[in-house]
């Protein structure tokens, strides 16, 4: 396993993916963010807080917390984007391509526990089409206007 050593904290030894499983509930907690209303945390979002840190004691590998905790936040982008096309009848492309992407990491890891030859390469494929994504989050925001579509049902005359 590596380890990061930190010069300051000799004695602290913290694996790799036990620091990304720390931060991974913050972005589930992210994906329900509103600005406009108060700060709130809800049952969901506390049940899976403890989850995650209640697994980090449980489950060694520290890659299948990651997988749970992803799939959880793509669950989490699907059920928003549904949400936002059933009551409002408009559909944002960022939502859209966060969905994709966090579907791209859940089989990034899914592919990356398998541990094939071929699985490494396949991994590094999604990790560059990853990047591609990331170029794009860097380049639009949420609110751009350009990227919210109204959606208008047909109707038959």
Known sequence: ????NYSYFPNIKLKVELIAVIFAPILFYAIGIDRQKKFTINKLEIFVFVLTYTLIFLIDNSNIILLVIHTLITIRAIFKII???????KINLVHLVLAFYM????ASLIIY??????????FFINLSF?????IFFSIFREDHPK???IITP????
């Open 130 to 134: 990853q990047t591609l994504i990331a």
């Open 1 to 4: 396993m590596r380890s990061i």
């Open 113 to 122: 526990l398998n541990g094939d030859h071929q699985s490494m390469i396949l």
């Open 83 to 89: 949400i936002a096309l059933h009551h409002h009848q």
């Open 154 to 157: 047909a109707y038959k005359d």
């Open 103 to 106: 579907i791209s990491s859940v």
């Open 147 to 149: 990227l919210t579509y």
